[in-house]
């Protein structure tokens, strides 16, 4: 069985910009990288999961997704880091573009991207994470049975503010929030 920890990529990983597609746009929000790099080495698959429904608005193309990925990978291999696995849902209920105009179990909190890799590796979810900065990010750790973490960064103080969404921890960042995991973690 392998331990898994379900990354939301904007506003955990990067900063929160609005529809990222541009890599001349991305910016690691300070010591993400490093924090990959720990659940490297510690025996955990890292995976992304991203709802990116800018593609169903017609803002980018599947492919900028794709690309703005690679570049991540080609970054996080300069700190010895890396994706497991990315996955993300292009759809959402109020696009604009027909193909992609649907509700899907993709997008989060549905937990269409967590079964994607379950479908790969038998996942041990008594020691596997979701951390994110939003209610969907948080409920969809929860729907899929596995731990939770709350970030700081990108919405996640609003979220915090907000109240109590169902989170068991609050990092103030990826890093803090590794380390909660490495704590715990069997």
């Known amino acids: 069985m392998k331990k898994v920890v379900f990354l939301d990529r904007d506003g955990t990983i990067n900063k929160e910009v609005g529809y990222l597609h541009k890599k001349e746009d991305f910016v690691f929000i300070p010591r993400a990288a490093q924090a990959i790099h720990l659940l490297n080495n510690n025996g955990f698959?890292?995976?992304?999961?991203?709802n990116q429904a800018g593609v169903a608005k017609g803002y980018y193309k599947e492919e900028d997704i794709l690309q703005l990925h690679r570049y991540m990978q080609e970054e996080l291999r300069k700190v010895d880091a890396g994706i497991d696995e990315f996955c993300y849902c292009p759809y959402h209920i109020d696009g604009k573009i027909h193909h992609?105009?649907?509700?899907?179990e993709d997008r989060k909190p549905g937990i269409g991207m967590f079964r994607v890799i379950e479908k790969k590796v038998e996942i041990d979810k008594a020691n596997s994470w979701m951390i994110g900065d939003t209610d969907s990010d948080i409920q969809a750790g929860i729907n899929f049975g596995i731990h939770t973490i709350l970030v700081a960064t990108g919405y996640g103080r609003k979220t915090y503010e907000k109240g109590k969404s169902g989170y068991e921890h609050y990092a103030s960042d990826l890093w803090e929030a590794v380390k909660i995991i490495l704590s715990e973690t069997k």
Do not use: E
């Open 45 to 50: 698959m890292v995976v992304v999961v991203t």
């Open 100 to 104: 992609y105009k649907k509700d899907s």
